[in-house]
C-alpha cells in the first residue's frame, strides 16, 4: 500500500504563511485562555492541596458528597466523577495539613460516618504541601528547560545553528499550543503532564531532524534550485513516512487515552494534542523558518 | 549461510533467550523453581501499581535547636548556682538565643569567665537592659546550629529506620533528602494512618512533677507562675470511647527524659485486663529515678508523652529497681505502638508531613489490567497498520516490534529498574514510536526500488541511508529522557526509564534484528520483487 505517491509535490513552504497566522491563532487562543483563567490550572502536585479518590459501592453524586463534607470547613473544594462509573470521585482541596493525622483521614471518617463505613473505599489520598508543590514546579519547568538547552546543543553541533533555531522555536510552538489546550479544556497540570509535555518536545524533534536530515541531503544534491525548493523537495521525500509514524503513534495514543484509565486520561490528551501539533509544526514551522532565515541572511549581504 | 549472519543471527538469539529467563519470573512468579526466582527478581512495581505509601517528612530543626539551647539553660543554671554566682534569671528567647540577666557589672564578668571556661564555642554579647540589669546574650554559632540541624535529620531518619523496621514492612525505603527531608516508602502498606502516627510520632517522653497548688481555673486564663505550663491529662472512656481532656499543670522543668531508657514492653494489667507499657532505665536512669522518687515521695509525678499527659501517679515510696509504667487506658494497638517508639527512640525534633500520598491495592490492581489492555490493543492496532502498509516487510516489522518489548520487559528486571503507572504509558508510547525506525528504512527501501536497484541492493542502501536519521532523531529524545530522568520525581522517574529502555531497546530490534531476518531469508535465493 502507498498513501503519498513518489512524485507527489504538494507546495507546503508556498503556504508557509497561512500556516505562520494559523499558528499564531492557535497560540493567541491559548493564550487569551491563560491569561483569563489566571494562568495554567495546576493540579496539587504544583498547586499543593490534598486529593481523595473513594469508590463508593452504590452510585451517588457530586452534590450529595459536598454536602455530606459541608461542615467541615475545607476551604475550596471541587468533586469530579472519575472515569465512568458514578460511584468512583475525586475530591480536591485546596487546604493542606501537615499534622500526623491529615486531612484526607478526616474527609475518610466523616464520609463512612455519612455512607456507612463498609460502603465507601478510599483507594488513593495524596496530600502536598505548598513548598513542595513550589520545588515541584520548579523543577518541572527546569527539566523542560535543560531538555531544551541539551536539544540546542546536539543539534548545533550535528547541523547547524539555524537548523537548531528553527527545531526549538518548533517545540516552544508545540509546548505553548498543548498548554492553551489544556487551558481551554479546563484540565489541571500535573507531573505526569510535565512528563507528556518532555514526550512531546521528544517526538516533535524526532519528526522536525527527519525531515532536516533530508534537506541536508538535498542540499548537497539539488544545488541549482534554490532552498525553498529544497526545503519543499525535503518534506515531500518524507512526507510518506511522516504520516505513518504519526498514525501509528496516533493509535497507541487513542488506546492509552480510550483504555487507559483515569490517571492516564490527561496524560493521553496532552499527547493526543501534542502529536498533531508536532506532525504540524516539523512541516509548517520548523522548515519554514530556515527559510526566513536564509531570505533575511541574503538580504543582508 | 555466510559466516555473518550466523554470527548475527547468533546474538539476536542468545539476546531473546537472555531476555525471556529474566522475564519469566515476572509472567510466571511461583511455578519457576527456586534458584531461577532467586537469579532473577520479577519486574519491580512502583507505589502506584502495588499501592501503598510516599511520605515526605519535613525535620523541623528549629526545634532541635532550642531544645539544645533549652539544655544549656539547665547546665548554665546549675554552674551558675554551684558557683555561687548571683543573677536574677536565665531564658530562651527567639532565634536559639540564651539570655542571663544579672544585677552588677561584677556578676556580669563572673558570667563571662564561667561562660568562656565552659562553653567557648558560644558566642556572647553583653546589653544593657532596663531598670539597670544587665543582659549576656549567648548564641550557638552558626556552624554549631548546622552540625545540631545535620545531626537531628540523621538521627530522626536512623529512629524512623528502627520503627518501620519494628513495623515490619518489606523493601522499605528511607532517604534523606535536601532541605532538612526525609523521604519514605512503604510498599504494599495496609494501615497507612496507623504507619504515619507510627513514624511522624515525636515520642518524647518527660517525667515532670506536678504544681499542686497552682489554682486550674487561673492557669487556663493564661495566668501561670514562672518555670511551669498547663498540659493536658488525656482519658478514654472504655465503655463509650469518648475521650477526655483534664487540664494539669506541671513544672516545666523535666525532671528525667526518655532518653535513659533501655527498653519498654506491652505488659497486661490482670486487675483490669488492661495493657501498659512497662519501661526499664539504663544504669544512668535508673539512679536518677531512684534519687527523683526519693526526694519526692508523696507528690504527684506527672508522666508526659509529646505534650500530654498520660497518668499523673503519687510517688508512694522510693523506686530504686529502674522500672516503671506508663499506663493510660491504650487500647492494645495503642500500647504495642507506644512501646515500639519508645524502644526505637524519640524523635529529636517533631516532624512535618510536606507530601503523603497512598494508593490503595485495589486501584493499583486496575491501573495494570487496563494498562496492559492499552498495551496490547495499541500493539495489535500498530502491527495491523504495519503489515497492510508494508506487506511481508511489515510482518518483519512486526517480529522486531514484539521482540521491542520483550527486551524492555527484560531490562527492566535486570536493572531492578521501578515500573510505574506513567511507565506503562512511556512503553506504550514506545510501541508507537520504535515502529518509526523501521519505517524510515522501508520508505528509503522504496525509493531505491523505485530507481531500479535490485532488492538486496535497494536493502543494503535502505539501511545505510536511514542509519544517521534514526541515530539522531532517537539520541535527542534519549537526550530527554535521561533530563526527565534526572529532575523527575516517583512516577514521573518510572516514565522515563521505559522511554530510554525503550529507546536503546527500539534501536537493536529495528535496526540489527529486522536486518538479520531480512538477510535471513533473502540470502542465497534470487529474490526479484520484495514484499514492501
Redesign the interface.
Known amino acids: 500500500?502507498?498513501?503519498i505517491k513518489?512524485d507527489t509535490n504538494i507546495d507546503f513552504v508556498g503556504k508557509r504563511k497561512i500556516a505562520i497566522i494559523v499558528s499564531l491563532l492557535l497560540i493567541a487562543v491559548g493564550i487569551v485562555s491563560l491569561i483569563s483563567k489566571g494562568g495554567p490550572d495546576y493540579g496539587i502536585d504544583f498547586a499543593g492541596g490534598t486529593l481523595v479518590?473513594v469508590?463508593f459501592t452504590e452510585p451517588t453524586g457530586a452534590a450529595e458528597i459536598k454536602e455530606a463534607l459541608k461542615g467541615m470547613n475545607l476551604g475550596s473544594l471541587v468533586v469530579q466523577q472519575f472515569g465512568d462509573d458514578k460511584n468512583e470521585f475525586m475530591i480536591r482541596m485546596e487546604n493542606t495539613?501537615?499534622?500526623?493525622?491529615?486531612l484526607?483521614?478526616s474527609v475518610q471518617e466523616q464520609l463512612a460516618a455519612t455512607y456507612g463505613s463498609d460502603k465507601v473505599?478510599?483507594?488513593?489520598?495524596?496530600?502536598?504541601?505548598p513548598?513542595?508543590g513550589k520545588d515541584?514546579r520548579l523543577?518541572?519547568l527546569?527539566?523542560i528547560l535543560?531538555?531544551m538547552l541539551?536539544?540546542l546543543a546536539?543539534?548545533s553541533w550535528?547541523f547547524e545553528f539555524r537548523f537548531a533555531v528553527g527545531a526549538i522555536i518548533a517545540l516552544i510552538h508545540d509546548v505553548v499550543i498543548t498548554l492553551g489546550a489544556f487551558s481551554l479544556f479546563g484540565k489541571e497540570i500535573d507531573?505526569?503532564i510535565?512528563?507528556a509535555f518532555?514526550?512531546i518536545?521528544?517526538?516533535s524533534?524526532?519528526d522536525t531532524?527527519?525531515v532536516y536530515?533530508?534537506i541536508r541531503e538535498n542540499l548537497g544534491r539539488h544545488n541549482k534550485e534554490g532552498f525553498s525548493f529544497i526545503v519543499n523537495r525535503s518534506i515531500n521525500?518524507?512526507l510518506?513516512?511522516t504520516l505513518?509514524?504519526s498514525?501509528?503513534?496516533?493509535?497507541?495514543?487513542?488506546?492509552?487515552f480510550?483504555?487507559?484509565?483515569g490517571?492516564?486520561h490527561n496524560?493521553?490528551f496532552a499527547?493526543l494534542i501534542g502529536v498533531l501539533v508536532g506532525t504540524y509544526s516539523s512541516v509548517f514551522v520548523a522548515s519554514p523558518i530556515l527559510i526566513f532565515w536564509e531570505q533575511r541572511q541574503a538580504r543582508k549581504s | 549461510m555466510s559466516k555473518s549472519i550466523k554470527i548475527r543471527g547468533l546474538v539476536v538469539l542468545i539476546c531473546l533467550i537472555l531476555a525471556l529467563f529474566s522475564l519469566a519470573p515476572t509472567v510466571m512468579q511461583d511455578s519457576l523453581p527456586g534458584w531461577w526466582q532467586n537469579a532473577v527478581d520479577p519486574i519491580h512495581r512502583g507505589l502506584?501499581l502495588q499501592g501503598g505509601m510516599h511520605l515526605?517528612l519535613?525535620v523541623d530543626v528549629d526545634k532541635a535547636v532550642e531544645s539544645r539551647v533549652d539544655s544549656l539553660s539547665d547546665q548554665v543554671d546549675a554552674l551558675l548556682r554551684e558557683k555561687d554566682i548571683v543573677f536574677k534569671r536565665i531564658e530562651r528567647r527567639q532565634g536559639g538565643r540564651l539570655v542571663v540577666i544579672v544585677y552588677d557589672a561584677d556578676a556580669s564578668a563572673q558570667v563571662d569567665a564561667l561562660m568562656a571556661e565552659n562553653f567557648p564555642s558560644l558566642e556572647g554579647e553583653t546589653l544593657p537592659a532596663r531598670g539597670g540589669y544587665i543582659e549576656k546574650h549567648y548564641q550557638l554559632s552558626q556552624k554549631e546550629a548546622e552540625n545540631i540541624a545535620d545531626y537531628a535529620v540523621r538521627q530522626a531518619l536512623e529512629t524512623m529506620r528502627n520503627r518501620v523496621d519494628e513495623f515490619g514492612v518489606s523493601e522499605p525505603t528511607l532517604q534523606r533528602q535536601s532541605d532538612n527531608r526525609i523521604l519514605i516508602q512503604l510498599p504494599g502498606i495496609k494501615d497507612?494512618?496507623r504507619a504515619?502516627?507510627l513514624i511522624?510520632?515525636t515520642a518524647r517522653l518527660d517525667f515532670k512533677m506536678v504544681a499542686e497548688n497552682v489554682d486550674i481555673a487561673e492557669a487556663q486564663k493564661g495566668n501561670l507562675p514562672a518555670g511551669t505550663q498547663l498540659l493536658y491529662e488525656r482519658d478514654t472512656n472504655k465503655r463509650t470511647g469518648a475521650v477526655t481532656e483534664t487540664p494539669i499543670v506541671v513544672y516545666t522543668k523535666t525532671s528525667l527524659t526518655g532518653d535513659l531508657l533501655e527498653d519498654a514492653n506491652v505488659r497486661i494489667d490482670t486487675r483490669y485486663n488492661e495493657p501498659y507499657v512497662s519501661i526499664d532505665f539504663n544504669r544512668v536512669g535508673a539512679k536518677r529515678f531512684d534519687q527523683l522518687t526519693a526526694a519526692n515521695i508523696g507528690k504527684r509525678m506527672a508522666i508526659v508523652l509529646d505534650d500530654t499527659v498520660y497518668s499523673a501517679p503519687v510517688i508512694r515510696e522510693r523506686i530504686s529497681g529502674g522500672s516503671a509504667q506508663i499506663s493510660g487506658s491504650f487500647t492494645s494497638q495503642e500500647a504495642t505502638d507506644l512501646a515500639i517508639v519508645l524502644r526505637a527512640g524519640s524523635l529529636p525534633a517533631p516532624v512535618?508531613?510536606?507530601?503523603?500520598?497512598?494508593?490503595?491495592p485495589?486501584?493499583g490492581h486496575?491501573?495494570i489490567s487496563?494498562?496492559i489492555?492499552?498495551i496490547i490493543?495499541?500493539?495489535l492496532?500498530?502491527v495491523a497498520?504495519?503489515i497492510?502498509?508494508?506487506?511481508l516487510s511489515g510482518l518483519v516489522a512486526v517480529f522486531a516490534l514484539i521482540l521491542n518489548v520483550v527486551f524492555i520487559g527484560a531490562m527492566l528486571s535486570l536493572f531492578g529498574a521501578t515500573l510505574t503507572?506513567?511507565g506503562?504509558?512511556?512503553i506504550?508510547?514506545t510501541?508507537?514510536?520504535a515502529?518509526?525506525a523501521n519505517?524510515?528504512i522501508f520508505?528509503r527501501v522504496?525509493?531505491e526500488l523505485?530507481l531500479g536497484k535490485a532488492p538486496k541492493v535497494a536493502l543494503d542502501l535502505g539501511y545505510g541511508k536511514a542509519f544517521?536519521?534514526i541515530m539522531?532523531?532517537?539520541?535527542?529524545?534519549l537526550?530527554?529522557?535521561l533530563?526527565?530522568f534526572?529532575?523527575?520525581?516517583?512516577?514521573?522517574k518510572g516514565?522515563?526509564v521505559t522511554?530510554s529502555i525503550g529507546i536503546v531497546a527500539s534501536l537493536f530490534t529495528a535496526i540489527f534484528v529486522s536486518r538479520v531476518i531480512f538477510d535471513f531469508f533473502l540470502n542465497r535465493r534470487q529474490v526479484r520483487r520484495l514484499s514492501i
Open positions: 500500500m502507498q498513501l513518489s479518590q469508590r495539613s501537615a499534622k500526623l493525622k491529615g484526607a483521614q473505599d478510599v483507594r488513593r489520598t495524596e496530600m502536598v504541601g513548598q513542595v515541584l523543577k518541572g527546569k527539566a535543560y531538555a541539551g536539544i546536539y543539534i550535528r507531573l505526569p510535565i512528563a518532555l514526550a518536545i521528544g517526538y524533534l524526532n531532524i527527519i536530515d533530508r521525500d518524507t510518506s513516512r505513518l509514524t498514525g501509528t503513534t496516533m493509535l497507541v495514543i487513542l488506546a492509552l480510550v483504555l487507559g484509565g490517571v492516564i496524560f493521553a499527547m | 502506584d515526605v519535613g497507612p494512618e504515619i502516627a511522624g510520632k512535618k508531613i510536606l507530601e503523603n500520598r497512598t494508593v490503595g485495589s486501584l486496575d491501573s487496563k494498562g489492555k492499552s490493543v495499541g500493539s492496532l500498530v497498520a504495519m497492510i502498509y508494508y506487506n503507572l506513567p506503562i504509558a512511556g506504550v508510547l510501541v508507537g514510536m515502529v518509526d519505517v524510515l520508505e522504496r525509493e523505485r544517521m536519521t539522531d532523531a532517537n539520541l535527542t529524545t537526550l530527554a529522557a533530563v526527565l534526572q529532575f523527575g520525581t516517583g512516577p514521573v516514565f522515563a522511554l
